[in-house]
Protein backbone atom coordinates (compact mmCIF):
# COMPACT_ATOMS: atom_id res chain seq x y z
CA UNK A 1 0.00 0.00 0.00
CA UNK A 2 3.11 2.63 0.58
CA UNK A 3 4.41 1.72 -2.67
CA UNK A 4 1.02 1.95 -4.52
CA UNK A 5 1.11 5.72 -2.42
CA UNK A 6 4.94 6.66 -3.93
CA UNK A 7 3.85 5.02 -7.11
CA UNK A 8 0.84 7.49 -7.27
CA UNK A 9 2.50 10.72 -6.13
CA UNK A 10 5.45 10.07 -8.68
CA UNK A 11 2.98 10.10 -11.35
CA UNK A 12 0.87 12.93 -10.03
CA UNK A 13 4.13 14.85 -10.35
CA UNK A 14 5.43 13.88 -13.42
CA UNK A 15 1.65 15.34 -14.60
CA UNK A 16 1.77 18.26 -12.76
CA UNK A 17 5.30 19.31 -14.61
CA UNK A 18 4.09 17.86 -17.73
CA UNK A 19 0.96 20.62 -17.04
CA UNK A 20 3.52 23.14 -16.63
CA UNK A 21 5.82 22.64 -19.70
CA UNK A 22 2.79 23.16 -21.69
CA UNK A 23 1.11 26.22 -20.31
CA UNK A 24 4.98 27.61 -20.47
CA UNK A 25 5.19 26.35 -24.57
CA UNK A 26 1.18 27.70 -24.38
CA UNK A 27 2.61 31.57 -23.30
CA UNK A 28 5.25 31.53 -25.41
CA UNK A 29 3.95 33.20 -28.32
CA UNK A 30 1.88 36.08 -26.18
CA UNK A 31 5.49 36.61 -24.24
CA UNK A 32 7.03 37.33 -27.89
CA UNK A 33 3.88 39.47 -28.65
CA UNK A 34 4.03 41.36 -25.51
CA UNK A 35 7.40 42.77 -26.65
CA UNK A 36 8.66 44.79 -29.98
CA UNK A 37 11.19 43.08 -32.02
CA UNK A 38 13.43 45.16 -33.80
CA UNK A 39 11.76 48.28 -35.26
CA UNK A 40 7.71 47.49 -34.46
CA UNK A 41 6.19 48.96 -32.19
CA UNK A 42 4.32 46.85 -29.27
CA UNK A 43 0.81 46.83 -28.49
CA UNK A 44 1.21 49.18 -25.55
CA UNK A 45 3.58 51.87 -27.47
CA UNK A 46 0.77 51.67 -29.98
CA UNK A 47 -1.73 52.66 -27.61
CA UNK A 48 -0.04 55.40 -25.86
CA UNK A 49 0.58 56.86 -29.17
CA UNK A 50 4.11 56.25 -30.35
CA UNK A 51 4.93 56.22 -34.17
CA UNK A 52 7.73 54.27 -36.12
CA UNK A 53 9.88 56.93 -37.93
CA UNK A 54 11.79 53.84 -39.57
CA UNK A 55 10.42 50.18 -40.38
CA UNK A 56 14.20 48.42 -40.87
CA UNK A 57 13.17 47.67 -44.36
CA UNK A 58 13.11 51.14 -46.41
CA UNK A 59 14.06 55.08 -46.07
CA UNK A 60 10.15 55.61 -46.64
CA UNK A 61 9.44 58.29 -44.61
CA UNK A 62 13.02 60.21 -44.78
CA UNK A 63 14.40 62.53 -47.53
CA UNK A 64 17.59 64.66 -47.56
CA UNK A 65 17.69 67.88 -45.52
CA UNK A 66 17.08 70.91 -48.29
CA UNK A 67 15.03 68.77 -50.86
CA UNK A 68 11.83 67.45 -50.80
CA UNK A 69 13.48 63.70 -52.10
CA UNK A 70 16.39 61.06 -51.25
CA UNK A 71 19.67 60.92 -53.13
CA UNK A 72 20.64 58.02 -53.65
CA UNK A 73 24.28 58.81 -53.36
CA UNK A 74 23.80 60.93 -50.32
CA UNK A 75 25.17 58.41 -47.58
CA UNK A 76 22.24 56.45 -45.86
CA UNK A 77 20.91 53.01 -46.54
CA UNK A 78 19.12 49.86 -44.88
CA UNK A 79 21.69 47.38 -43.83
CA UNK A 80 20.70 44.68 -41.38
CA UNK A 81 17.54 45.80 -40.08
CA UNK A 82 19.22 49.11 -39.20
CA UNK A 83 19.72 52.75 -41.18
CA UNK A 84 23.24 52.91 -42.16
CA UNK A 85 25.03 56.22 -42.30
CA UNK A 86 28.26 56.07 -44.21
CA UNK A 87 30.30 58.94 -45.47
CA UNK A 88 32.49 58.86 -48.93
CA UNK A 89 34.16 60.99 -50.94
CA UNK A 90 32.74 61.91 -53.92
CA UNK A 91 28.92 60.95 -52.95
CA UNK A 92 26.92 64.26 -52.33
CA UNK A 93 26.87 62.83 -48.62
CA UNK A 94 23.92 64.23 -47.34
CA UNK A 95 21.57 64.90 -43.60
CA UNK A 96 18.61 63.46 -43.70
CA UNK A 97 15.39 64.73 -41.96
CA UNK A 98 11.75 63.07 -41.37
CA UNK A 99 8.99 64.43 -43.54
CA UNK A 100 6.47 64.24 -40.19
CA UNK A 101 7.00 67.25 -38.01
CA UNK A 102 6.17 67.48 -34.82
CA UNK A 103 5.85 70.20 -31.80
CA UNK A 104 6.11 68.67 -28.23
CA UNK A 105 7.42 65.11 -28.24
CA UNK A 106 9.27 61.70 -26.72
CA UNK A 107 11.48 60.64 -29.03
CA UNK A 108 13.39 57.43 -28.80
CA UNK A 109 16.27 56.06 -30.96
CA UNK A 110 18.82 53.53 -31.05
CA UNK A 111 22.10 53.71 -32.58
CA UNK A 112 26.04 52.21 -32.63
CA UNK A 113 29.09 53.72 -34.59
CA UNK A 114 32.26 52.87 -35.95
CA UNK A 115 35.66 54.11 -34.26
CA UNK A 116 36.07 57.76 -34.97
CA UNK A 117 32.52 58.36 -35.71
CA UNK A 118 30.56 61.90 -35.59
CA UNK A 119 26.68 62.49 -35.58
CA UNK A 120 23.73 64.22 -34.00
CA UNK A 121 19.89 64.20 -33.76
CA UNK A 122 18.76 67.68 -34.60
CA UNK A 123 14.76 68.54 -34.06
CA UNK A 124 12.86 71.18 -34.27
CA UNK A 125 14.32 71.49 -38.06
CA UNK A 126 13.02 73.80 -40.69
CA UNK A 127 14.16 73.88 -44.23
CA UNK A 128 12.71 75.15 -47.68
CA UNK A 129 10.09 72.20 -47.40
CA UNK A 130 9.14 72.00 -43.89
CA UNK A 131 5.48 73.91 -42.63
CA UNK A 132 8.43 74.87 -40.12
CA UNK A 133 10.18 78.23 -40.90
CA UNK A 134 13.55 78.08 -42.20
CA UNK A 135 15.75 77.05 -38.98
CA UNK A 136 18.35 75.06 -37.67
CA UNK A 137 17.01 73.61 -34.31
CA UNK A 138 19.21 72.26 -31.10
CA UNK A 139 21.36 69.63 -30.89
CA UNK A 140 21.92 65.99 -29.50
CA UNK A 141 25.62 65.07 -30.07
CA UNK A 142 26.40 61.82 -30.69
CA UNK A 143 30.28 61.29 -31.01
CA UNK A 144 33.09 58.53 -30.27
CA UNK A 145 34.22 60.24 -27.36
CA UNK A 146 37.26 58.56 -26.74
CA UNK A 147 38.15 57.34 -30.31
CA UNK A 148 37.86 61.19 -31.71
CA UNK A 149 41.17 61.90 -33.22
CA UNK A 150 41.08 65.62 -31.55
CA UNK A 151 40.61 66.63 -28.45
CA UNK A 152 36.84 67.33 -27.52
CA UNK A 153 35.52 70.77 -25.41
CA UNK A 154 33.06 69.69 -23.09
CA UNK A 155 30.57 70.63 -25.03
CA UNK A 156 31.16 68.62 -27.66
CA UNK A 157 30.70 65.16 -25.80
CA UNK A 158 27.93 62.37 -26.52
CA UNK A 159 24.27 63.53 -25.40
CA UNK A 160 25.09 67.28 -24.75
CA UNK A 161 23.08 69.90 -26.10
CA UNK A 162 25.85 71.23 -28.72
CA UNK A 163 27.47 74.35 -28.16
CA UNK A 164 24.77 74.90 -25.47
CA UNK A 165 23.94 72.83 -22.57
CA UNK A 166 26.60 70.74 -21.24
CA UNK A 167 25.75 69.57 -17.73
CA UNK A 168 25.92 65.96 -17.99
CA UNK A 169 25.12 63.82 -15.06
CA UNK A 170 25.37 59.56 -14.83
CA UNK A 171 26.18 59.54 -18.14
CA UNK A 172 26.70 55.15 -19.19
CA UNK A 173 27.88 55.61 -22.44
CA UNK A 174 28.39 52.20 -24.42
CA UNK A 175 31.63 51.23 -25.85
CA UNK A 176 31.87 51.82 -29.86
CA UNK A 177 30.02 48.97 -31.75
CA UNK A 178 27.13 48.56 -29.11
CA UNK A 179 24.00 50.17 -29.31
CA UNK A 180 23.01 52.67 -27.09
CA UNK A 181 19.55 54.02 -26.57
CA UNK A 182 19.01 57.71 -26.37
CA UNK A 183 15.82 59.30 -25.46
CA UNK A 184 14.84 63.30 -26.26
CA UNK A 185 11.79 65.30 -24.34
CA UNK A 186 10.71 68.61 -25.30
CA UNK A 187 7.44 70.06 -23.39
CA UNK A 188 6.56 73.37 -24.04
CA UNK A 189 10.05 74.81 -24.04
CA UNK A 190 11.23 72.05 -21.32
CA UNK A 191 14.33 69.58 -22.60
CA UNK A 192 16.05 66.39 -21.41
CA UNK A 193 18.29 64.30 -22.64
CA UNK A 194 18.92 60.63 -22.02
CA UNK A 195 21.18 58.32 -22.60
CA UNK A 196 20.39 54.44 -21.76
CA UNK A 197 18.15 55.18 -19.12
CA UNK A 198 19.36 58.14 -17.36
CA UNK A 199 18.66 61.80 -17.76
CA UNK A 200 22.08 63.27 -18.46
CA UNK A 201 21.10 67.07 -19.51
CA UNK A 202 18.08 69.43 -18.76
CA UNK A 203 17.36 72.61 -19.89
CA UNK A 204 14.20 74.82 -20.61
CA UNK A 205 14.49 76.79 -24.24
CA UNK A 206 13.98 81.24 -24.57
CA UNK A 207 14.99 81.90 -21.02
CA UNK A 208 17.44 84.53 -20.06
CA UNK A 209 20.03 81.94 -19.59
CA UNK A 210 19.43 80.12 -22.85
CA UNK A 211 19.61 83.46 -24.56
CA UNK A 212 23.42 83.88 -22.95
CA UNK A 213 24.48 80.81 -23.93
CA UNK A 214 23.35 81.14 -27.68
CA UNK A 215 24.92 84.58 -27.33
CA UNK A 216 28.65 82.45 -26.57
CA UNK A 217 27.52 79.43 -29.44
CA UNK A 218 28.95 79.41 -32.64
CA UNK A 219 25.17 80.33 -33.65
CA UNK A 220 25.51 84.16 -31.77
CA UNK A 221 24.90 85.58 -34.84
CA UNK A 222 22.20 83.15 -36.43
CA UNK A 223 18.30 84.70 -36.16
CA UNK A 224 16.85 82.23 -35.77
CA UNK A 225 18.63 79.09 -33.68
CA UNK A 226 16.44 77.15 -31.89
CA UNK A 227 13.44 79.26 -32.50
CA UNK A 228 10.93 76.92 -33.75
CA UNK A 229 8.26 75.16 -32.14
CA UNK A 230 7.94 72.78 -34.19
CA UNK A 231 9.55 71.06 -37.20
CA UNK A 232 11.57 67.63 -38.54
CA UNK A 233 14.25 65.43 -36.68
CA UNK A 234 17.62 65.31 -38.68
CA UNK A 235 20.09 62.77 -38.50
CA UNK A 236 23.43 64.06 -39.50
CA UNK A 237 26.05 62.71 -42.61
CA UNK A 238 29.57 63.91 -41.04
CA UNK A 239 32.88 63.49 -42.96
CA UNK A 240 34.01 60.17 -42.26
CA UNK A 241 31.77 58.92 -40.42
CA UNK A 242 29.94 55.56 -40.09
CA UNK A 243 26.83 54.63 -37.95
CA UNK A 244 23.75 52.18 -37.74
CA UNK A 245 20.35 53.25 -35.86
CA UNK A 246 17.05 51.44 -35.08
CA UNK A 247 13.89 51.72 -33.42
CA UNK A 248 13.18 55.54 -34.23
CA UNK A 249 10.05 56.22 -32.58
CA UNK A 250 8.12 59.46 -31.30
CA UNK A 251 5.29 60.51 -29.46
CA UNK A 252 3.54 63.38 -29.52
CA UNK A 253 3.36 65.06 -26.19
Not at 144 to 164: N, R
Not at 173 to 181: A, S, T, Y
Request: hydrophobic residues 40%; neutral net charge; aromatic residues 14%.
Amino acid sequence: MIILNIKGSIHRKEKNNRMKILFCIALFPIALISYAQDNQLAKKEKKAGWILLFDGKSLDGWRVAGDSVMYPDAGWSVEDNCLKVEWREGNRNRNIITQSEFADFEFSIEWKLAPAANSGIIYHWGDEFTEAPLCIGPEYQIIDDLGWPAPLSEDHFTGVDYEMHVELKNKKLNPVGEFNVSKIIFHKGHVEHWLNGKKIVEFDTWTPDWYARLGKSKWATSSCYGENKSGAFLLQNYRNCKLWFKNIKVRPL
